[in-house]
């Protein structure tokens, strides 16, 4: 959509060991020729325990293919027991990283502040946050799921600069629409995503508002991508279920 690359991440979350991690990173990369690869920027997000075999399969056979991880700490370094940095995550050449996902927030009691303090230790080492926002069913059967996206996205930005601004990833992901077969409409997904473009052109300037991706989250499958990304502000998915099967995503990939 208006210039911006294409984005397709596909969230693993806790599966797959590193034999499966292996083949289905060298699958996605069989199934995709080079030009769709370099049209539609593809990413995995594997388990932190799976981030060094999808590196020795990209690094070793040069496959155009981005991963990173699905969460980080807040922290440097230091007294964190069973924690994960952002600096260690970029010495194992991840570029992406999952912040405020919703079962983080849920599971995890992750609120806005530690979001937010994830996406600045994420930029800090380099790394480009997918900042995840959405409301559950109760929100939004209240009518109040715009206010309360906008809400969880100007409290995830919090403090950054515009430059640092464009270069966070927004993925609008409904809670009542992960992992259910529930999509959202693709007019669901672009009110949301028209709005978090809207509220980042008020609170930092149109020009980081155009540059910024927004992807949409919840259900995506290859049946639906195409639909959903005709939206003017959806420019790429975060998708779960169906990053799990090489093809389905290879097929996701190649929604043009
Ligand atoms: C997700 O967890 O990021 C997600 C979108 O999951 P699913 O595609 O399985 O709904």
Same mark, same amino acid.
């Given at each position: 959509?208006?210039?911006?690359?294409?984005? $397709?991440?596909?969230?693993?979350? $806790?599966?797959?060991?590193?034999?499966?991690?292996?083949?289905?990173?060298?699958?996605?990369?069989?199934?995709?020729?080079?030009? @769709?690869?370099?049209?539609?920027? %593809?990413?995995?997000?594997?388990?932190?325990?799976?981030?060094?075999?999808? @590196?020795?399969?990209?690094?070793?056979?040069?496959?155009?293919?981005?991963? *990173?991880?699905?969460?980080?700490?807040?922290? @440097?370094?230091?007294?964190?027991?069973?924690?994960?940095?952002?600096? $260690?995550?970029?010495?194992?050449?991840?570029?992406?990283?999952?912040?405020?996902?919703?079962?983080?927030?849920?599971?995890?009691?992750?609120?806005?502040?530690?979001?937010?303090?994830?996406?600045?230790?994420?930029?800090?080492?380099?790394?480009?946050?997918?900042?995840?926002?959405?409301? *559950?069913?109760?929100? !939004?059967?209240?009518?109040? +799921?715009?206010?309360?996206?906008?809400?969880?996205?100007?409290?995830?930005? +919090?403090?950054?600069?515009?430059?640092?601004?464009?270069?966070?990833?927004?993925?609008?992901?409904?809670?009542?629409?992960?992992?259910?077969?529930?999509?959202?409409?693709?007019?669901?997904?672009?009110?949301?995503?028209?709005?978090?473009?809207?509220?980042?052109?008020? %609170?930092?300037?149109?020009?980081?508002?155009? @540059?910024? !991706?927004?992807?949409?989250? *919840?259900?995506?499958?290859?049946?639906?991508?195409?639909?959903? $990304?005709?939206?003017?502000?959806?420019?790429?998915?975060?998708?779960?279920?169906?990053?799990?099967?090489?093809?389905?995503?290879?097929?996701?990939?190649?929604?043009?």
């Amino acid at each position: 959509s208006e210039g911006r690359r294409p984005l $397709m991440a596909g969230n693993w979350k $806790m599966n797959l060991n590193h034999l499966e991690a292996n083949l289905l990173v060298q699958k996605l990369a069989a199934s995709l020729s080079e030009k @769709q690869l370099t049209e539609v920027e %593809t990413v995995v997000l594997p388990p932190f325990t799976d981030l060094r075999t999808v @590196q020795t399969a990209v690094d070793g056979d040069k496959l155009l293919i981005g991963y *990173g991880a699905q969460d980080l700490s807040p922290y @440097q370094s230091g007294a964190y027991t069973g924690d994960i940095s952002g600096s $260690m995550l970029a010495k194992l050449g991840c570029t992406y990283v999952v912040v405020g996902h919703s079962e983080r927030r849920a599971y995890h009691h992750e609120d806005d502040a530690l979001v937010n303090a994830k996406v600045v230790a994420a930029l800090a080492n380099g790394l480009t946050p997918i900042l995840c926002v959405g409301e *559950g069913l109760d929100v !939004r059967e209240e009518g109040r +799921h715009v206010a309360h996206c906008s809400d969880q996205l100007i409290a995830g930005l +919090h403090g950054l600069t515009a430059e640092q601004v464009a270069k966070v990833v927004i993925a609008y992901e409904p809670v009542w629409a992960i992992g259910t077969g529930k999509t959202a409409t693709p007019e669901d997904a672009q009110e949301v995503c028209g709005e978090v473009r809207n509220r980042i052109a008020e %609170t930092f300037d149109e020009a980081t508002a155009h @540059q910024v !991706r927004i992807l949409y989250g *919840g259900s995506v499958k290859a049946s639906n991508i195409a639909a959903i $990304m005709v939206q003017p502000d959806v420019d790429g998915g975060l998708v779960g279920g169906a990053s799990l099967d090489a093809e389905e995503f290879a097929q996701i990939c190649r929604f043009p």
